[in-house]
């Protein structure tokens, strides 16, 4: 009798126990689905195409200039009409990864045509950005050659895999609210053209650098080709090769700390030289060499370190570079 209640108890544990796991795994899921539903419709539309066909109407650029912060304060239009007397349209700023480049590229060549020469700015982390999906709003769906689908199987739980994503969401939703802005008012706080074209980099009072190297810290390694989204990379270099553009990627300082931080460097440029070889009128000019710029020099840099795998250039710092970068790709114009 003992024997039968125990055996019987036993499954009745196991089934409460399954159905708590099927309750949790459709509770994760439905949570989920709602939150996907709901920052769809957050990120709407904000007339972005108009405004841009409006700036760039009558206007001629020979070069674009395409990467994340990193490039927003190290390549200038400024000084390549400084220093080559070239026209630059910039589109840079954080959170826009690989693929709100490539959406941006086709949108460029519709309205300010097909440029001559690209620079992208490429970061040592550049398959492991995910472009923020506020930037990803100036693109409607129908524009899109692809939507994006979730697998949700693809984690036990998605609210603990998407984490990051969601608590960006939760922080724009804030912000939002916080300043009461429309989308289309908040899309004018997204670095208007005109300020992105004259900006010639940030004034460093308070530096953020970590000068000294402490006895241990964490060393970043290179996320391989695709992470997150490397395809929307190869598209893009894609359909610059169609267009027959010159494609110059730009290897970015890092202040010495973040240098030796990111310490797989040499997979990263090799993983340069097969796209090199790979692209024809691609060429790879790498700025984050001791040798080719005083990585050590502290007035160059805003923030960086060891331990920190991100790291700005100072408005000092983007002069020497401009000038050191357009010195050696004036050929490209030639």
């Given at each position: 009798m003992s024997s039968s209640i125990s055996s019987s108890n036993v499954k009745k544990y196991l089934t409460g126990f399954f159905l708590f796991i099927l309750?949790?795994?459709?509770?994760?899921?439905?949570?989920?689905?709602?939150?996907?539903?709901?920052?769809?419709?957050?990120?709407?539309?904000?007339?972005?195409?108009?405004?841009?066909?409006?700036?760039?109407?009558?206007?001629?650029?020979?070069?674009?200039?395409?990467?994340?912060?990193?490039?927003?304060?190290?390549?200038?239009?400024?000084?390549?009409?400084?220093?080559?007397?070239?026209?630059?349209?910039?589109?840079?700023?954080?959170?826009?990864?690989?693929?709100?480049?490539?959406?941006?590229?086709?949108?460029?060549?519709?309205?300010?045509?097909?440029?001559?020469?690209?620079?992208?700015?490429?970061?040592?982390?550049?398959?492991?950005?995910?472009?923020?999906?506020?930037?990803?709003?100036?693109?409607?769906?129908?524009?899109?050659?692809?939507?994006?689908?979730?697998?949700?199987?693809?984690?036990?739980?998605?609210?603990?895999?998407?984490?990051?994503?969601?608590?960006?969401?939760?922080?724009?939703?804030?912000?939002?609210?916080?300043?009461?802005?429309?989308?289309?008012?908040?899309?004018?706080?997204?670095?208007?053209?005109?300020?992105?074209?004259?900006?010639?980099?940030?004034e460093v009072s308070n530096k953020k650098l970590i000068t000294r190297r402490p006895h241990s810290f964490i060393r970043q390694i290179f996320i391989r080709y695709p992470g997150k989204e490397g395809h929307y990379f190869r598209k893009l270099l894609d359909e610059l090769v169609k267009d027959n553009v010159t494609v110059i990627l730009v290897g970015l300082p890092d202040y010495y700390g973040s240098f030796k931080t990111n310490f797989q460097r040499e997979q990263f440029v090799f993983h340069l030289k097969t796209l090199k070889r790979d692209y024809k009128n691609l060429h790879v000019y790498n700025y984050n060499r001791p040798k080719k710029f005083e990585l050590s020099n502290q007035a160059y840099f805003n923030d960086g370190g060891w331990g920190q795998t991100n790291s700005h250039l100072s408005k000092t710092g983007a002069r020497e570079f401009n000038r050191l970068l357009c010195e050696e790709i004036r050929k490209h114009y030639q």
């Open positions: 309750f949790a795994l459709l509770l994760d899921r439905g949570l989920f689905l709602l939150i996907y539903n709901v920052e769809a419709n957050f990120y709407t539309s904000n007339q972005f195409e108009e405004r841009f066909a409006r700036f760039v109407k009558d206007k001629q650029y020979s070069t674009l200039i395409l990467g994340t912060s990193r490039t927003y304060e190290a390549i200038h239009p400024v000084y390549i009409e400084e220093h080559l007397g070239q026209k630059a349209f910039k589109e840079t700023y954080q959170g826009k990864g690989p693929k709100y480049n490539y959406y941006f590229y086709l949108l460029y060549k519709k309205h300010a045509g097909i440029p001559n020469v690209v620079l992208y700015g490429v970061d040592y982390f550049i398959y492991n950005v995910e472009t923020d999906p506020k930037w990803m709003a100036r693109f409607t769906i129908e524009k899109q050659d692809e939507t994006e689908t979730v697998d949700l199987f693809s984690s036990p739980l998605l609210l603990l895999e998407y984490k990051k994503k969601i608590d960006n969401f939760h922080n724009n939703v804030l912000i939002r609210l916080k300043e009461k802005k429309s989308p289309e008012k908040e899309a004018e706080l997204f670095k208007d053209f005109i300020k992105i074209q004259e900006y010639t980099g940030i």
